[in-house]
């Protein structure tokens, strides 16, 4: 019942790089896309969250970019620092309250080297 | 955002007997789920609570071995019955409501022997 894929499982990038995460989802009727970021023995705390209205959003160091037409969407990091190494989740919701639960892609572990 | 508390934070018991976790927000949210999560793996989830009535479960998962409870809008308990290894894992309560939309707990890492 996966209907958000991700990729890659795992990233390994140089600090001051960009760390890009890709995500691809199947439901049209989704209509929020968040970004979390997990650290180990910690829940998942939001980073990000686009709504498919607009292509692109930023926050910082980060920014989701959304392509409605292709269903896909990714998150950018700008300047990696040691300190994002973490899991990153992509998911997304719909509205209405059947489908307010969030659907989680598989996670990417990001790891940034001093 | 809505802040949540969730406990125990880790647990370890013995096969064939029940854990219950408890999780309290510091806001009345409009919903409340509960999530499992293998180490290094995604999260799955196990329920929507909802308040007042009986919880709505995923494929998969069973009331008999996960009742919840979801007596006000602020609280939410997750029980899971007859333990076996299998249920080894980490279960993470969620909640929707506020400016952040969904937050988490950090979660309730079970190990049973």
């Known amino acids: 019942q996966q209907q958000v894929k991700q990729s890659p499982q795992s990233l390994i990038v140089q600090k001051g790089g960009i760390s890009i995460i890709n995500c691809a989802y199947e439901n049209t009727a989704f209509d929020y896309f968040p970004w979390y970021q997990q650290f180990p023995g910690k829940g998942p705390a939001l980073l990000i969250a686009i709504r498919p209205d607009v292509s692109e959003k930023k926050e910082g160091r980060f920014t989701i970019s959304f392509n409605k037409s292709a269903k896909q969407f990714s998150l950018h990091i700008m300047d990696s620092q040691p300190g994002d190494s973490a899991t990153y989740f992509c998911?997304?919701?719909?509205?209405?309250?059947?489908?307010?639960?969030?659907?989680f892609g598989e996670g990417t572990q990001l790891t940034v080297n001093p | 955002s809505a802040v949540i508390s969730q406990k125990p934070s880790r647990d370890i018991c013995q096969r064939g007997t029940s854990l219950t976790i408890q999780c309290q927000v510091d806001?009345?949210?409009?919903?409340m789920f509960w999530y499992r999560q293998q180490p290094g793996q995604s999260l799955t989830l196990i329920a929507t609570a909802n308040q007042g009535s009986e919880a709505t479960y995923e494929s998969g998962f069973v009331i008999d071995k996960f009742p919840i409870s979801r007596p006000n809008l602020t609280f939410s308990t997750l029980t899971v019955s007859n333990m076996s290894p299998e249920d080894s894992s980490i279960y993470l309560c969620?909640?929707?409501?506020?400016?952040?939309?969904?937050?988490f707990g950090s979660g309730t890492r079970l190990t049973v022997v």
């Open positions: 998911a997304a919701s719909m509205k209405g309250t059947s489908g307010s639960r969030l659907t």
């Open positions: 806001s009345q949210v409009t919903m």
């Open positions: 969620s909640a929707l409501g506020g400016a952040d939309g969904y937050t």
